[in-house]
């Protein structure tokens, strides 16, 4: 539940942001803007009439709220379905945990259900809830279409393409492809002409089909008013793929070396159980943190006990932090929240300030809106996520709004 907050107030703690740690620092709030994020010892408190003070614990880590890309749903919600209310109890549950900014995924389903998951979005999209929508496929690999279902599968539509679009009354922002499918050219270019970030993944594409696809992306996104910081994404890399061989490298390898020369930027669920910790670091080093987006591949049974749920059309079971199919046991998203996701890159020997980064203001200037959020700084929305040393939540902004209370209660103003 969402409860009031004083019209200004001040945090204090050490700032994690945009790569760097601010020790001693603090964080004013104002309405739904940030006044000032910093250094203790160059806050003027005469600048900032009336701050009244969260009394926070010894220690806390001030993170910006945390961005996702690829999210299909938590808390009983599942995005794909059109279920307006589960998807608003989803979006409660993710926001408080501390993703203040995501886009809703839909998974590869009938043409009438994309269409009317796109619909039911569009509502939370246009009420700012969430960022927009990522649609993964339904021009998907056959061959790796791990838990999509293959009877939905498509070769490259552009008139279902312009039709999700218009469903999602323009808030269609990534898209998954294969670039090995007759027409993926033509789709990429369409895309890209309807602002739609292309994203590769779930493929069995060879390693020059993979570079040439990405680099056609990249050179078109950078021909458009997409922005600055545009460029085409990888959907959760290594899965959905095959795996890297040193006779045949595959998609892997291209994707590596764009990722490294800035060209692209990689997902990764670092979960625990999509990548191996080794896995997860190797990236980091070859990439770079700027290069590597992490995101969560969450679905419904985030926040829920193990059991059986829906994953768009298919059903799943959910055990020990794993979600699998019940048709053939192919891993099929995840369950955890992005925090875990960035808890454990941190404890796989990823700096912990490089793992916010690219859970921040990577994908934040992937969206375009590096501007508003991704970032402590000042004149950004006020979207700040405040952990103790080992990443677990204390509290969690909003627009300013107060999402979880801290254990402690708020203390008197500041002088």
């Known amino acids: 539940m969402t409860s009031k907050t004083p019209p200004a107030f001040l945090l204090s703690g050490t700032i994690v942001s945009d790569g760097t740690v601010l020790e001693d620092s603090v ?20 600048s900032f009439p009336g701050l009244e ?24 919600g599942d995005f794909s379905g059109g279920d307006l209310p589960a998807a608003r109890s989803a979006l409660d549950f993710l926001h408080s945990s501390g993703t203040t900014t995501l886009l809703a995924s839909l998974v590869t389903a009938p043409r009438k259900d994309l269409l009317r998951g796109a619909e039911t979005l569009r509502v939370l999209a246009d009420e700012g809830l969430i960022a927009g929508i990522h649609a993964e496929g339904p021009s998907l690999s056959h061959a790796r279409c791990g838990a999509q279902d293959p009877r939905f599968l498509l070769e490259p539509d552009l008139h279902l393409l312009r039709d999700l679009a218009d469903s999602s009354g323009g808030h269609l922002r990534t898209m998954t492809y294969a670039p090995e499918l007759p027409g993926a050219g033509a789709l990429v270019q369409e895309l ?21 696809s990405l680099s056609q992306a990249a050179e078109l996104l950078a021909l458009s008013r ?6 085409p994404t990888i959907t959760h890399l290594f899965n959905g793929m095959p795996p890297l061989h040193h006779r045949q490298p595959g998609p892997v390898a291209a994707c590596l070396l764009l990722a490294a020369s800035g060209t692209v930027a990689v997902e990764l669920v670092a979960d625990g159980v999509h990548l191996h910790p080794d896995t997860v670091r190797m990236v980091y080093a070859l990439a770079g943190s700027e290069n590597v987006i ?19 059309p298919a059903r799943v079971c959910v055990g020990g932090g794993e979600v699998r199919l019940k048709s053939n046991g192919s891993l099929a998203g995840g369950t955890a929240t992005l925090l875990d996701v960035v808890r454990r890159t941190a404890e796989s020997g990823v700096d912990a300030a490089a793992a916010v980064l690219s859970a921040t203001a990577v994908p934040a200037r992937i969206l375009g809106l590096q501007d508003d959020v991704g970032s402590l700084t000042a004149g950004l929305l006020a979207d700040i996520l405040a952990v103790d040393s080992h990443f677990r939540p204390v509290t969690v902004f909003r627009r300013g709004l107060m999402l979880r209370r801290p254990a402690v209660s708020m203390a008197a103003t500041v002088p």
């Open 226 to 231: 997409c922005g600055t910081y545009a460029r």
């Open 192 to 212: 890209v002409g309807l602002g739609v970030t292309p994203s590769l993944g779930h493929t069995d594409a060879d390693t020059s089909t993979t570079a040439d």
């Open 53 to 76: 003070e969260v009394e926070l614990p010894p220690g806390t880590l001030l993170l910006p709220g945390l961005v996702d890309l690829h999210c299909h749903g938590a808390a009983g």
């Open 27 to 46: 964080v004013a709030v104002s309405g739904e803007r940030i006044a000032y994020a910093g250094p203790r010892a160059s806050f003027d408190t005469r």
């Open 294 to 312: 992490l995101v969560t591949d969450s679905m419904a049974a985030t926040g829920l006990p193990d059991g059986d749920y829906d994953l768009g």
